[in-house]
């Protein structure tokens, strides 16, 4: 018994260490993941407004067009 415990802190700081070191490098995972986590997010929002602003153009050529056949309707002039 009295052998194990003079081996104890013999073992204990290396398992201390190894263990600061795998969650030093887990962090360092964790927070490149964030970072590329964050630069997809914004990647997203920017083609979400991208998509949404056209979607909106198309709208609006849509109506422009339904509108001037709605005006055309009934004579003789073809629509530009």
């Known amino acids: ?3 194990k415990n003079q081996n104890t802190p013999l ?3 290396l398992l201390k ?3 600061t ?3 030093s ?3 360092h995972q ?3 993941a964030t970072t590329h986590n964050s630069y997809k997010a914004a990647r997203n929002r920017t083609l979400h407004h991208n998509f949404e602003q056209t ?3 198309n709208r609006e050529s849509t109506q422009r067009v339904v509108l001037s056949i709605a005006k055309n309707e009934g ?3 073809p629509i530009p």
């Open 1 to 3: 018994m009295n052998e």
């Open 21 to 23: 070191s795998l969650s």
């Open 30 to 32: 964790s927070c490149t």
């Open 55 to 57: 979607l909106q153009e």
């Open 17 to 19: 260490y190894k263990h």
């Open 11 to 13: 073992i204990s700081p």
């Open 25 to 27: 490098f887990g962090e």
């Open 75 to 77: 004579t003789s002039t």
